[in-house]
């Protein structure tokens, strides 16, 4: 059996990097004495993944993790324990056991859900320009692809994106062949609104895979 | 508490704009956050370097958690920014805050930097400036911080007497909590300093600077140090923690997001070191041998892998090999160990140690490079500074490492030693030669591929409380001629890697190991001129602080260079660190005559910590020759 679980990732730890909060999620699990599962061979490594890496600087709602497990444990009580072993900046929010055959959760992820909150000068403007961003037939930006920088049209992976609370509310293309990250949408928008790059902030909110219906749902409820 | 917030919001600010942002947010697992009013006594814990190299010293987590597990004290870690993030807190006004609950350093109670090496010190004072602390102890108000210091280098205290309030000697463990209750009970009192320091200086291993005056003779050495008022001793000693077993040991660490200089449990498990090293200062200030005993080993291993959740513990202390029972702990802390997958380390190999098991014993969990530390490259000078192993050992040893599957070792050796000629720069050469012809003396199918032999070359500093505290150190040109000479040598030799440090570096701390209490207007000066970070190679600026020096007016050759008389009063000797000057002079005239002395497990040598009862069991057991 594998523990597929959701997790934040606040404020204060958001300049922590994928593999260092990776690990820190293997520590806390070893020091949790939650039986996880190791790969054979000469250097057994603990089997955890996370569906997907949150860029340095952004805060993570719902991030996904899973981890293979060596032993029964029912989900509350991985909670409990895996909470108490970690810091108050990381939490666990649920947990659910998944079958062998249950797919990888990283080859799951179709799309994610983004907070952006704007600087209180940025915000009238970006709000008033943002419809006629959003009708442009293509947004052309740079992409860093292994083969160097490419152009990229990102209209078509922006599946959402309208005005909330304080910010923007984004729903935005996420698989490993093509995918817009906040700071792609964000470059262009600003420069279309004609404002230097403001500093704003990134949080995920969900990440998204797409259910038999076609819909994208939250992936932990698939 | 509007304050607070506002500060907050411009920290998160500023850890946008700055590198490695990871090591200013805290927020680690076993930080310890206690509410800010909860408790009387608020100790800021400062490690005068960056936060990667403060996370990996293990005292910092023994008085962490010592000072915590007082309920109405709280301890709190600040490190020192890096430039990047230190220019734009000056810029926003944002002071130096702590990693737990970002309070500012001028707030804190009492705030104590650790001393580990002299080229910290800019650091401390830069410190002080970026958290509102007056960094003169002269002129701090009633209300500021107190200011104290402890480590190796506080055994020399007076190159930092004008900053620092207090200085703790010795084993931090029982003095520090004495210290804090001291100036917890002072605070509300309403009484000036002044009155607290002289509590401070009554208790056992504590001194206080401003207690004490300090006259020079016309040819500027030190001729007295008196103290000034009654309440302070004559000569202050250090503090000698004799239960080791019995001593607080954390439990639990934080444990830094990213990865740190040293990322792993580390288990101390003795303190001291019997083998009477001349050039050694840690050798002689951390006496007697003091070893944990196997049972609360595994224990507090066994509590601190589940607190940490760490992959590798390292056992740690000054000549590991010597552990009474090394093997058996090892053994042990494996079987203890195997279920949660946790590697076994040890640091600081002495080549004669009884290791040809432990290494099989390591070798099972993980294989890193080995290090040996021959120190000098030929028996007579080995002789001279009394590190007993001969070239035989080494060969033995490295044989031993070679059939059992390394293939990468690390030599350290020091130049510019008393009495070193190039005949014993040639034995360096000659030396690292057998460890490469050793290697392939082991048949192929046997050893491991890949050899790699690095060599490196330290400049010597003469160091206070050892034998060649008398000493001249060489000078740059004569150490600068040396290494290039050992350069080229090492040019022709296949497989080995040859490195060396810049001798700017050792020349400044042989000017602060045995300075006096003049130096701190150099450091000042340096300050001034942006002296920082000079453990760092691509900040360190050397002309700077010969700059500063000649502001201060005051000779750093006369410092380094100069032959110390033999009944010189040295500054240092404010401090009895237990270790008689009589003996340390005796020790050095037999290095002079490359006569070697015994390791003290073999019978005790009247190093004069016979003077304290119930402190050695080797010298109380009074079996004193002059070997």
Excluded at chain 2, 138 to 153: H, L, M, N, Q
Excluded at chain 2, 158 to 187: H, Q, S, Y
Excluded at chain 2, 265 to 277: A, D, N, S
Excluded at chain 2, 460 to 477: N, R, S
């Amino acid at each position: 059996m594998r523990m597929l679980a959701t997790f934040r990732k606040d404020e204060r730890i958001r300049h922590i990097g994928h593999l260092d909060i990776l690990r820190a999620m293997q520590r806390a699990l070893r020091r949790s004495g939650i039986p996880a599962d190791y790969s054979k061979g000469f250097n057994p490594h603990m089997l955890l993944t996370f569906a997907s890496a949150l860029s340095v600087g952004a805060v993570g709602q719902r991030e996904i993790m899973e981890v293979s497990l060596a032993g029964e444990i029912e989900p509350e009580e991985f909670m409990t324990r895996l909470n108490a072993a970690l810091p108050p900046e990381m939490q666990l929010t649920s947990a659910r056991l998944i079958e062998d055959t249950h797919p990888a959760t990283m080859s799951m992820v179709s799309a994610a859900r983004y907070h952006i909150a704007l600087p209180d000068g940025d915000r009238k403007l970006i709000e008033e320009k943002l419809s006629a961003y959003l009708e442009q037939t293509e947004i052309i930006t740079d992409r860093k692809t292994k083969s160097g920088i490419k152009p990229c049209d990102i209209r078509p992976l922006i599946y959402d994106l309208r005005v909330e609370d304080d910010g923007l509310f984004a729903e935005l293309a996420l698989t490993e062949r093509e995918s817009c990250k906040p700071a792609m949408l964000l470059t262009t928008l600003y420069a279309f609104a004609g404002l230097e790059p403001g500093r704003c902030r990134i949080i995920r909110t969900a990440l998204l895979g797409t259910d038999a219906s076609g819909r994208r749902v939250p992936l932990e409820d698939l | 508490m509007a304050d607070y917030r506002l500060m907050n919001e411009r920290i998160e600010a500023m850890l946008e704009q700055v590198q490695k942002a990871p090591r200013y947010t805290g927020g680690e697992m076993n930080a310890i956050r206690k509410p800010w009013d909860s408790v009387r006594l608020h100790y800021g814990f400062c490690f005068p370097d960056t936060y990667e190299v403060g996370m990996s010293h293990l005292g910092m987590k023994i008085l962490y958690g010592l000072v915590n597990q007082e309920p109405d004290q709280l301890c709190e870690r600040f490190f020192m920014p890096w430039l990047d993030m230190k220019e734009l807190m000056e810029k926003e006004h944002v002071p130096l805050f702590s990693m737990e609950s970002r309070m500012p350093l001028c707030d804190f109670d009492m705030i104590g930097f650790t001393l580990q090496y002299e080229m910290s010190y800019s650091n401390i004072i830069a410190m002080l400036r970026l958290g509102n602390v007056t960094e003169l102890a002269s002129e701090r108000g009633r209300d500021e911080p107190i200011v104290v210091a402890g480590g190796p280098c506080a055994f020399n205290p007076e190159p930092l007497a004008d900053f620092i309030d207090a200085f703790m000697i010795g084993d931090g463990e029982e003095v520090t909590l004495e210290v804090t209750a001291a100036v917890r009970d002072w605070k509300p009192s309403g009484e000036p300093r002044e009155t607290l320091f002289k509590k401070l200086a009554g208790i056992h291993g504590v001194y206080v600077p401003s207690l004490y005056d300090v006259r020079y003779a016309d040819d500027g050495t030190v001729t007295e140090i008196v103290p000034n008022c009654p309440e302070a001793p004559a000569s202050v000693p250090r503090c000698v923690v004799t239960d080791l077993d019995g001593a607080y040991y954390p439990r639990s660490f934080p444990v830094p997001y990213t990865e740190v200089v040293f990322d792993r449990i580390m288990l101390e498990i003795m303190r001291g070191c019997t083998r009477g090293c001349r050039f050694c200062q840690a050798g002689m200030i951390y006496r007697p041998v003091r070893e944990r005993s196997l049972e609360t080993l595994r224990s507090l291993a066994m509590d601190l892998e589940r607190a940490t959740g760490y992959e590798e513990i390292s056992l740690s202390s000054l000549s590991s090999g010597d552990y009474t029972c090394l093997p058996e702990l090892i053994r042990a802390l494996m079987r203890d160990m195997s279920k949660e997958r946790v590697s076994i380390s040890l640091p600081s190999l002495r080549i004669d140690s009884v290791l040809k098991e432990s290494l099989e014993e390591t070798q099972k969990a993980k294989k890193t490079s080995l290090t040996f530390a021959p120190e000098a490259g030929t028996q007579r000078l080995r002789d001279v500074i009394n590190k007993g192993v001969t070239e035989a050992d080494l060969i033995e040893k490295v044989t031993d490492a070679f059939m059992g599957g390394w293939s990468s070792v690390k030599l350290y050796f020091m130049i510019g030693l008393p009495t070193e000629t190039y005949e014993d720069l040639d034995g360096i050469v000659d030396l690292a030669q057998k460890v490469v012809r050793c290697y392939f003396s082991v048949p192929k199918d046997k050893r491991a591929k890949g050899l790699r032999v690095t060599v490196s070359a330290s400049s010597f500093v003469p160091k206070p409380v050892t034998p060649f505290q008398w000493e001249p150190q060489d000078t740059q040109e004569t150490l600068k001629a040396k290494q290039a000479y050992l350069k080229e040598k090492f040019r022709g030799v296949k497989g080995v890697n040859f490195n060396y440090h810049t001798p700017e570096l050792s020349y400044l701390e042989a000017c602060f190991s045995r300075g006096d209490r003049r130096i701190g207007s150099v450091l000042r000066a340096a300050a001034d001129l942006g002296c920082i970070l000079d453990g760092w190679s691509d900040v360190f600026s050397f002309e700077r602080w010969m700059k500063a020096f000649e502001i201060a007016g005051l000779d750093p050759e006369w410092y380094a260079y100069r032959r110390r008389e033999k009944d010189e009063r040295l500054p240092w000797e404010i401090i009895d660190s237990g270790i008689d000057r009589r003996f340390l002079w005796h020790e050095y005239e037999k290095a002079l005559q490359e006569k070697t002395t015994r390791d003290c497990r073999q019978g005790c040598n009247g190093c004069g910590l016979n003077r304290w009862k119930g402190v050695c069991a080797i010298a109380d057991a009074g079996h004193i020759s002059q070997g």
